[in-house]
């Protein structure tokens, strides 16, 4: 479990997260709400998590509501994925490994909620998406930061 996380953004107003759903064209799930709400980004502690599939992933930084244009603001890094490979509908990033690969959450349909590992390098070999380079890794964000753990 996160017991903390160091380098946060300042508390997002409600209007400064409804502004970013806006610009991201999205609704965040409760959960994911909460932890804007409470924590709003970072560098977590513990960031070792276990994704099915593909073993052991360091969480390096969760991104928030920044306002600015800036590394790890919500709007900024989805931008700066979406240029380097176009993510589906309702998909967004929320993080990244210190490799790069990414942390998305699905906010909308059935999986609504959920995160996934998006191991862009194709590192691992194999996956649980028809996509071959995306893991599922919890049911919310809640689970997801239930599950980081110390080495």
Known sequence: MIDRIENTF????????????????????????????????????PKLINVANAGDVLIDFLYGVSGNDQPGDL?????????????????????????????????????CGCIFYWDSASFFPRSSTEEGNTYFVAESMEDFLEMARYA
């Open 75 to 111: 709007i900024f890094e989805q931008r700066k994925a979406q240029e380097l490979d176009p993510l589906p509908d309702g998909l967004i990033v929320i993080g990244h490994d210190p490799g790069g690969n990414r942390f998305l959450l699905e906010t909308c349909g059935e999986k």
């Open 10 to 45: 300042a508390s997002p107003s409600s209007v400064q997260i409804e502004q970013c759903e806006h610009q991201l064209g999205v609704s965040f799930p409760d959960s994911y709400r909460e932890f804007l709400c409470s924590t709003n980004g970072g560098n977590p502690f």
